[in-house]
Nanobody, 126 residues
Framework: QVQLQESGGGLVQAGGSLRLSCTVS????????VAWFRQPPGKEREFVAA????????YLADSVKGRFAMNADNPKNTVFLQMNSLESEDTAVYYC???????????????????WGQGTQVTVSS
């Protein structure tokens, strides 16, 4: 059984930083897709970042490029989302998602991921 556990959310002032973690159990993150999505209040879930292990590349939403970064600790089966220069628009529940059969063209589609974490709240005060 695949389980995802997120941590690291919280309240931060605009311009500050947070680091989210997502530990996957039950499957290896190698040769898989692991992504971060977020859902702002009253809005739909949106893509933030993804690590596509088949080509080793990281993909970021345009809204977070230059501010967010994603990386992985393979031995710990954990991925991280480093969020810098946070803005009030980044306030959302952040979700980690995992799938072993995802193709590159589906990387940004939340409906294509089979496994999700419970979410962690990030609140940026202005």
């Amino acid at each position: 059984q695949v389980q995802l556990q997120e941590s690291g959310g919280g309240l931060v002032q605009a311009g500050g930083s947070l680091r989210l973690s997502c530990t996957v159990s039950g499957r290896t993150i190698r040769n898989s897709a692991v992504a971060w999505f977020r859902q702002p209040p009253g809005k739909e879930r949106e893509f933030v970042a993804a690590l596509f292990r088949n080509n080793g590349r990281t993909y970021l939403a345009d809204s977070v490029k230059g501010r967010f970064a994603m990386n992985a600790d393979n031995p710990k089966n954990t991925v991280f989302l480093q969020m810098n220069s946070l803005e009030s628009e980044d306030t959302a529940v952040y979700y980690c998602a995992f799938d072993q059969r995802l193709i590159l063209s589906s990387l940004r589609l939340p409906t294509e991921y089979d496994h999700w974490g419970q979410g962690t709240q990030v609140t940026v005060s202005s």
